[in-house]
């Protein structure tokens, strides 16, 4: 609570320096001027002359070298540590990125010295020090954090956005942590040895003034350089990742805050304040006796000439060997990066140079095609093919060189899939397999911080799994479109790809949910059925198809339910798994099978299974034998899951149970086809399976005639011929309705259920009845057993299947009565194929069916206008029956 309230201070804060980052910038320069010239009322006093004895000059000069040593490991730590820290910014590959912070870290660096110089009275030559301290102290990664979050905007509101989200997830940490540093490394002014105070000293002063900055004077300034350059609307690597690589970012800085760390952070603090509040009154009085004590104990007596000599030998020797080491790790540093590091870049860079060359040549060469074109387009009616080929070679000469800029890169790319302005990075070279190897196996940078081409380097050189590459790039729709390129260039497929959408999609939802190896998405047609009035509530049904009428007569039998309204009723509720275990002998097998219908040790079973989830429960369990082996079908309510994952989980730990009564039982199959899923059986139409609902309507006769354009008489004569004979005929099982599976699956589609379950969910009998004194209103019922259906877990979690749920009033879990949602979902999905079956049966009755079939479902593009329809009645008449 507190965290969100100082997070959004910082946002504000973060907004404010973005939206006036003229006047943060002037107030920062103003303030640091004024500390440059401030007249500082405290001067430390001269020097004492001071007559030394020889014996203190040596232990002096030991002292130094001491000191200096120290200093000298401090000072190599800094650099080093400087070193690595730019090293890993040279990796980001983002010069833009590397002179932001660049440039942050040197004017930082120049206001602490200034601001040092000022108010600790130090002199010029100690600076040094303070400079060591302010490399390692600073906090480049949260600057080049909020440099990315800058970078990552297309405009330049969406600059002042990221920057104030950015600062709002850093701002308190930071301010925490200076607070922390400052008053941890103050504990060092408060020793007593001056060395270290004065050390200790640079440092807080190093922290405020690095906090300060960071918190001022940086996004003000990114802000500015941002819009002045417009560098986020350029062709930055880090611009094209959008949206996903800033959730990752700031999801990154979200983890790595952690309440307990903060927590103990300002307890810390509340401590050390205490400590200086204590230390600094005592020390009041130490300091008004201190000065006679320090002059007493520097009372030198007497000199030694010989000895003096010793001492400034041994004291210039220390601080002589301090420049020494720290020049040669400098110059080592220097030559390393010069000589070895730039001449890989150096390479690289001509590289890139001489592709880019011949990519600006293209333009000229396109013009020159288009010119060309426009040339053989005007002169067309005299074609002269002699023009025509030769502008296929011009297009087959540019398609080459576009084809040799690829293969520079990764050779097998095809053109196809790359040519989107956004993936065209063909102006850039790949870095080595060594180089990008150690990239991605960096924890702080990884796979996201290197162009596509080298991640499918790595894939190829089996690396980074295929399958495995959203997790690798950490952006799910980056990965997909490199798993298309992949998959373009080795299946040749690339063309057929461009009609497959993958943008814009929600992949993180999909990812270890709900599909893999995924190279995009099906963009289906959803329209809506209704208003379906049931049990008194209205009901727009979503409906995703691709067959032509089918939303249509389903729509129309919502309209002819609209008086009389549908009434459902919820008969049963058990999804089942049924495995199947084997015994030696079927004495065994027939002990076990009655073992378990003992009612008793049925509550064992189901104490055991019940112990798997906070909502599967199960009601009972149908043994069936067959020579020595057992089919058990477990039935188990799921709250508002379909239920299948849940009911495994419970089946198996049950069983588990039953081995360990009956050891000799083996488990062969935790899914023993006795379930039954997904495939045609009797037992799931018998025995029922997920929700066995029942919907009915009395249609008066008026509706009939009008709405519906047949009579009562002749809509249950042909429900009887047709559901009834005609299906015993043919034998089916569940099959006694008239397209039952049509509007079952277009809902099952569009609410992210599994549509393989169609199978068993379409089991439906559509009984038809004359109805009222005179028989002349319809009754009609479906009945259907086994709608196998949830509104959680599954494709439901889905954005667009979630909103068709929403549509419905049925999304996700049931707080209240669990179960309830998908028990709805149910009857809906019920009573629509009521409406749907009313309406084809009377199309049926009237003989309607093929008219409305031509005018809806046959798609202009195959249906010439020449050719008659009555020639296409055939084709038509097998869609809905
Ligand atoms: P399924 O079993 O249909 O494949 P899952 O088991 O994958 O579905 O998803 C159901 C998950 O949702 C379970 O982890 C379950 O604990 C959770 N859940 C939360 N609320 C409910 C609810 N009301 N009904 C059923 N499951 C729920």
Redesign the pocket.
Known sequence: MEYKMTSRIFRIHGNFCTSHPWEVIVATLTLTACMMTVDYQYQAPPPKPTVRSCGDCIEEAEYHAADLITMTLIRSLAILFGYYQFNRLRKLDNKYILGITGLFTVFSSFIFTSAAINLLGIRVSELKDAIFFFLLLIDLPKAVMLARLALNASNQEEVKTNIARGMSVVGPTLTLDAIVETLVIGVGTLSGVHRLEKLSYFACISVLVNYVIFMTFYPACLSLILEYFQLSRTANSYARRGSALIARILKEEDHRFNPVVQRVKVIMTAGLMMVHVHSRWSLRDYENRTPNVIEDHIAFNGTEEATAVHGQIMKWMALGADQIVILILLLALIIKFVFFEDKQELTEQLLTTEIVERRTEMPKKDSRRRIHRSFSLISTNSSSSGQASSGDDEDKDSNKVDKEIQTDCFPEISDVESSSPEDDRMGETCRSIEECLSIYNDTDLGASFLRDEEVIMLVDNKHIPAYQLEKAVEDAERGVGIRRRILGSQAKVTKALINLPYKNYNYEQVMG?CCENVIGYLPIPVGYAGPLILDSKEFYVPMATTEGCLVASTNRGCRALMKCGVTSSVVGDG?TRGPVVRFPSIKKASEAMKWMQTPANFEVMKKNFDST???ARLDKILVKIAGRYLFIRFVAR????????????GTEISLKGVQEIFPEMEILSLSGNFCTDKKPAAVNWIEGRGKSVVCEAVVPAKVVSSILKTNVHTLVDVNNSKNMIGSAMAGSIGGFNAHAANIVTAVFIATGQDPAQNVSSSNCMTLMEPWGSDGEDLYISCTMPSIEI?????GTVLQAQGACLDMLGVK????EK??E??SQLARIVCATVLAGELSLMSALAAGHLVKSHLRHNRSRTVLPTEISPQLLLPPCIDNNI
């Open positions: 949910a999804m989830s906070r909502f799921t709250g508002d899951a379909m239920g299948m994952n849940m009911i495994s989980k949830g509104t959680i877990g599954g996700g879990a049931n707080v669990p179960g949602n998908a």
